[in-house]
């Protein structure tokens, strides 16, 4: 089993920035994609980004530019570096693990979900 931690939530200002982190514990997730979800008030579940073990990356249209994914392999750790906020980028943040890098693509299948941390950028 792996259980995720995420942390770096909070209100920013939009145009501001945020980092979050996500710590992965119980067994080592180096070789596993890992990556972002997020949830906005009465919206559906969203993909945001994903990176895999060697550090390939991809981010949904609606964050490329502004956010940047990486991972520290030795930390079992991933971020996410929020720039330029925007009030729509309110959401409760989900990190997720998932051997198959494509599941972060389609959307389901992901093997394990943190709890997630809220993000609130105010206009």
């Known amino acids: 089993q792996v259980q995720l931690v995420e942390s770096g939530g909070g209100l920013v200002q939009t145009g501001g920035s945020l980092r979050l982190s996500c710590a992965a514990s119980?067994?080592?997730?180096?070789?596993?994609?890992m990556g972002w979800f997020r949830r906005a008030p009465g919206k559906e579940r969203e993909f945001v980004g994903v990176?895999?073990?060697?550090?390939?990356?991809t981010c949904s249209d609606s964050v490329n530019g502004r956010f940047t994914i990486s991972r520290d392999n030795a930390l079992n750790t991933v971020y996410l570096q929020m720039n330029s906020l925007k009030p729509e980028d309110t959401a409760v943040y989900y990190c997720?693990?998932?051997?198959?890098?494509?599941?972060?693509?389609?959307?389901?299948?992901?093997?394990?979900w943190g709890k997630g941390t809220l993000v609130t950028v105010s206009s």
């Open positions: 997720a693990v998932d051997a198959l890098y494509t599941d972060f693509l389609r959307g389901y299948g992901i093997d394990y």
């Open positions: 119980g067994r080592t997730v180096r070789d596993y994609a």
């Open positions: 990176i895999n073990w060697a550090g390939r990356t």
